[in-house]
């Protein structure tokens, strides 16, 4: 074989790190977006974040007249845990009775137009602080975090118990192994056996002191705390029912139907559970209401939810005047970081240019070029925005039912965009229209047929069948053939399956299930 050179011309396409962090930040959402900028801020010297109202540098952006007030998201948690000296506890009891560097962002060489280094972001006003507000308003964030927490609650009332300190060691740690509903996950063998290890005659030592714990747990409020499983925490309820009223034959029934398994009561079988609990069917119904009014989940009203308050990256608003209906579409001032590269820092560089300065040039140029991505990322959202309210305009108007079929593919065709791209745009973006806040995907969705040819937007279709179902009958709902046939006589082309899809995507359940006793 011969051996030779040729010269060939190609072409390829290659992913630079400024592409690279345009597109990752891109697909980012607001919380993630935020936590890039604290990252880069902690990372980069010559990137810094002025809160301060400064010009707004022109990128074809929109002026912001007002922001939108948003709740803090940043909320500290804070938790203390007692188990760690729980198990030192027992386990000193149970001994005593046993006696890189990234790529160039220089680029190729080539001769490239760089951002300003001045500040960007909106010109919005800065909050006023009054005092008297901040008295009158209280933050949602805060309210939740100053409820006591359940382990809190536990805590305080195995205070009054009179125990050992062994019993009272066993009894900490079994609330602190609670999750948030107030089950106890694990069983007791399993906690045993993390705490004793390899010696069989502990484990089973703290087992048995465990199985009295547990007794004691399950005897303090709220009731149902440290079950193990749904039956056993419905069945703790009825049996503080019963000891308050023992001649309560409802909650008998109701007990015997607790000891069954649980989808036969999910399934709501009534024959069944007559056979199994030798009631009448009157009994029954009434044992399965009486059931349907317990607390599934005791933990509930302790546990510290930090509220998901949703911020939305643009805000639509009607325009008054006119006869035909206008929007307006801006971004939220409140999601956009005012970001700039240090001036000092960035002139003290331009004026002592040495072979040690290489790094730092890097570093200055990722600076400019994250600026400059974030700048994109919110041009590309306002973008995809305003095509998406030309095109659901009558939504904008009428709400969910006037929502028109709309693909990726029509919105990229009309931006000049690939659909990955509207893709990662519309992902964890929201919007906020006069009818609430929604996602940018949730503006998006196939089409079904209709009669006179044309397409209904499958949003508009689970509208409609949210709108039959809630105008039901309780005795006699609709079963998926019904609301087929409902959907049919308004135009709509919608099979059953299709129907049974999109109910159970708004989480209704099935006609059986939502009938009433």
């Known amino acids: 074989m011969k051996q030779g050179l040729s010269l060939r011309v190609s072409q390829h396409l290659a992913l630079t790190p400024q592409l690279q962090q345009s597109i990752r930040l891109l697909q980012l959402s607001t919380l993630e977006l935020s936590q890039e900028v604290e990252q880069m801020l902690d990372d980069n010297p010559f990137l810094e974040l002025n809160a301060e109202e400064a010009p707004r540098e022109e990128f074809g952006l929109p002026q912001v007249d007002t922001p939108v007030r948003r709740d803090d998201l940043e909320a500290e948690s804070a938790s203390s845990s007692i188990a760690s000296n729980d198990q030192a506890t027992l386990a000193s009891d149970q001994n005593e009775s046993e006696v890189a560097v990234p790529e160039s962002w220089e680029g190729d060489g080539t001769t490239e137009v760089l951002p300003d280094d001045s500040e960007w972001g909106g010109d919005a006003p800065a909050r006023k602080n009054n005092l008297g507000d901040e008295d009158e308003r209280a933050d949602a964030s805060e309210l939740a975090r100053s409820q006591e927490s359940l382990t809190t609650f536990l805590h305080r009332q195995a205070l009054a118990l009179r125990l050992s300190e062994v019993d009272r060691a066993a009894l900490r740690f079994l609330i602190e192994s609670l999750n948030d509903d107030g089950y106890l996950e694990d069983s007791l063998a399993s906690l045993a056996a993390g705490l004793a290890g390899d010696d069989l005659e502990q484990a089973e030592e703290l087992e048995h002191r465990f199985s009295m714990a547990l007794g004691l747990l399950q005897s303090l409020e709220p009731t149902g705390v440290g079950a193990r499983h749904l039956g056993e925490c419905l069945s703790l309820q009825l049996k503080a029912r019963l000891a308050d ?243 049919k006589e308004q135009g709509i082309e919608c099979a059953r399956r299709t129907v049974a899809k999109y109910r159970d995507a708004l989480k209704i359940a099935p006609a059986n299930l939502r009938k009433a006793l």
């Not at 009561?265 to 559970?273: G, T």
């Not at 009203?301 to 643009?314: K, M, S, T």
């Not at 973008?383 to 939504?395: C, L």
Request: aromatic share 6%.
């Open 245 to 487: 009223s023992p001649g309560d034959a409802i909650a008998a029934t109701a007990l015997r139907i607790c000891a069954q398994p649980m989808e036969l009561l999910a399934r709501r079988d009534i024959k069944r559970l007559m056979q199994l609990c030798s009631d009448t069917e009157a009994d029954v119904r009434a044992a399965i209401g009486l059931i349907g009014r317990l607390e599934p989940k005791p933990g509930r009203r302790f546990v510290d939810v930090e509220r998901n308050i949703i911020i939305p990256d643009v805000i639509v608003t009607r325009l008054s005047g006119g006869g035909q209906p206008r929007f307006a579409v801006r971004l939220n001032a409140d999601v956009m970081p005012r970001l700039r590269v240090h001036d000092i820092y960035a002139n003290a560089l331009r004026q002592h240019k040495g072979e040690g300065s290489q790094a730092l040039q890097q570093r200055l140029q990722e600076a400019r070029w994250f600026i400059k991505n974030i700048q994109q990322r919110f041009d590309t959202i306002l973008r995809v925005s305003n095509a998406i309210v030309e095109r659901q305009k009558s939504f904008f108007v009428h709400g969910e039912l006037a929502m028109r079929p709309l693909v990726l593919r029509e919105i990229a065709d009309e931006l000049g965009l690939h659909e990955s791209t509207i893709s990662r745009v519309t992902t964890a973006k929201y919007m906020a229209t006069p009818f609430g806040t929604f996602e940018l995907k949730y503006f998006f969705g196939s089409g079904l047929g209709t009669e006179t040819g044309g397409n209904a937007s499958s949003t508009a279709v689970r509208a409609l069948i949210k709108q039959f179902v809630a105008s039901e009958s309780p005795k006699k709902p609709l079963s998926d053939n019904q609301i087929s046939d409902m959907l």
